[in-house]
């Protein structure tokens, strides 16, 4: 299964700080762990809300937002995208993490990843298809 592990955002990272040197090479380190394993298939680290937009939507129009939005903790600093056996074995993985300071709060929200098979009938074979291509597309431009 694929699951999304979403790193919740904290008052020091929306004021921009980052990482120390330290935590950098941990965070390498346990990033290539995933990778020798198989779990990791994608992960990046975002900048603070106040770089950021939000665009919501209402009698068809969209209104953009800019940043910086409140509530830290409810924010997203940062995502892997996994292939795991199951969500135990997601959190096996993430209570493995590096932590800037084992002190601190933090948040990781781990969800499963839709796939083809969790939309029944409505995902018609052309539906699959043309989700399918789209996908070797996107494979293919990673490819080079």
Same mark, same amino acid.
């Given at each position: 299964?694929?699951?999304? @592990?979403?790193?919740?955002?904290?008052?020091?990272?929306?004021?921009?700080?980052?990482? +120390?040197?330290? %935590?950098?090479?941990?965070?390498?380190?346990?990033?290539?762990? %995933? @990778?020798? *394993?198989?779990?990791?298939?994608?992960?990046?680290?975002? #900048?603070?809300?106040?770089?950021?937009?939000?665009? +919501? !939507?209402?009698?068809?129009?969209?209104?953009?937002?800019?940043?910086?939005?409140? #509530?830290?903790?409810?924010?997203?600093?940062? !995502?892997? %995208?996994?292939?795991?056996? +199951?969500?135990?074995?997601?959190?096996?993985?993430?209570?493995?993490?590096?932590?800037?300071?084992?002190?601190?709060? +933090?948040?990781?929200?781990? /969800?499963?990843? !839709?796939? *083809?098979?969790? !939309?029944?009938?409505?995902?018609?074979?052309? %539906?699959?298809?043309?989700?399918?291509?789209?996908? *070797? /597309?996107?494979?293919?431009? *990673?490819?080079?």
């Amino acid at each position: 299964m694929r699951v999304m @592990v979403i790193v919740k955002s904290n008052p020091s990272a929306e004021a921009g700080a980052t990482p +120390s040197e330290r %935590l950098l090479a941990e965070m390498g380190t346990y990033n290539e762990a %995933l @990778v020798n *394993a198989g779990v990791l298939l994608t992960g990046e680290g975002l #900048h603070p809300s106040s770089e950021g937009v939000r665009v +919501s !939507f209402s009698g068809g129009q969209a209104r953009v937002t800019n940043g910086p939005f409140p #509530h830290p903790n409810e924010l997203i600093a940062g !995502f892997w %995208l996994w292939q795991v056996d +199951s969500i135990d074995d997601a959190i096996e993985w993430i209570k493995r993490m590096p932590s800037a300071d084992k002190g601190a709060e +933090s948040e990781i929200e781990i /969800r499963p990843v !839709f796939e *083809a098979e969790d !939309f029944g009938a409505e995902f018609t074979p052309e %539906l699959r298809a043309q989700e399918e291509g789209l996908r *070797a /597309r996107v494979q293919g431009r *990673a490819a080079d």
